[in-house]
């Protein structure tokens, strides 16, 4: 078992869609969680992270975290054609070490 | 401009020559951290430093080695490349690791296009 999964996708939306986004993590300890969004050829960008069992938002996104259940989603509501990117979710252990699933590709179609 | 900069973008070595790439941040992170990303192998974490003079293995260390003498710069270290180091290569520093929640910026360089023939 991979320690971070992600379905690699793609995930197709149309625009105006909820993109509903979702990562497993095999460490219990895992104390943080992160989504970073790739566009292709460029550098990973941070876009939400969360350490709490619950729901953040930030604008359009949401992440929601359940540790019991060992899983973090993401939700882009209102999907637009520039949220098309690869979504990376990355899980942090209390050592500070950060795996990374393969990563979502997001298409958002006009 | 808040920034990680590493060079070169790009690299084409010969296996065994021993290269270096920088990576430099200036936002005064303590945290800092070197990947690949490879087709299918997504991003893995090589070396990661919480502050200065600490350096600790990621998932992939094997023949790499880095260092943090001064805040600011994570050099990578390749002392004797091979073929299967041919690679894409990102910094990273963040305001600091561990300590769930505070690390609420987290910057990437723009990368490194590593090949060795």
């Known amino acids: 078992q991979k320690e971070v999964e992600q379905n690699s996708g793609p995930l197709s939306v149309p625009e105006g869609a909820i993109a509903s986004l979702n990562c497993t993590y095999s460490d219990r300890g895992s104390q943080s969680f992160f989504w970073y969004r790739q566009y292709s050829g460029k550098s990973p960008e941070l876009i939400m992270f969360?350490?709490?069992?619950g729901d953040k938002e930030d604008g359009r996104f949401t992440a929601q975290l359940n540790k019991a259940s060992q899983y973090v989603s993401l939700l882009i509501r209102d999907s637009q054609p520039s949220d098309s990117a690869t979504y990376l979710c990355a899980v942090e252990s209390n050592t500070g070490k950060l795996i990374f699933g393969q990563g979502t590709t997001l298409q958002v179609k006009p | 401009e808040a920034q990680v900069t590493q060079n070169p973008r790009y690299l084409i070595t010969v296996t065994g020559k021993k290269l270096t790439v920088t990576c430099s941040q200036n936002m005064n992170h303590e945290y800092m951290s070197w990947y690949r990303q490879d087709p299918g192998l997504g991003l893995r974490q090589i070396y990661y430093?919480?502050?200065?003079?600490?350096?600790d293995k990621g998932d992939v260390p094997e023949g790499y080695k880095v260092s943090r003498k001064e805040k600011r710069n994570f050099p990578l270290i390749l002392e004797s490349p091979s073929p299967n180091q041919t690679s894409l290569y990102f910094c990273a520093s963040s305001l600091s690791g561990v300590l769930g929640g505070l690390n609420t910026e987290a910057f990437f360089g723009q990368g490194t296009r590593l090949t060795v023939v």
């Open positions: 969360i350490y709490s069992n």
């Open positions: 430093s919480m502050n200065v003079e600490v350096t």
